[in-house]
């Protein structure tokens, strides 16, 4: 799906990005620009919050099964390997 941009600022910043980057496309150079920025964001995100998110995650999965037996799982799921 190609990319279309309105305003002319942006677009002109995208086709510059393109051009630094030899992106092939500019939805290629705002699609890597966007995941970067994503992830400078996520790092400078203050403990409190991504431990807050790690503890809802580990909510949603719930507790483990104290009778789960690993060894057993895992030399059933290798075989006669």
Known sequence: MPLYVRDNDVLALAVELQMLMKAPSKTEAVR???RHEIERTRKNM???ERLARARAKAREIGTGDPDFDMKKYTD???GDM
């Open 46 to 48: 203050p403990i409190r």
């Open 32 to 34: 890597i620009a966007l």
């Open 76 to 78: 059933e799921m290798w």
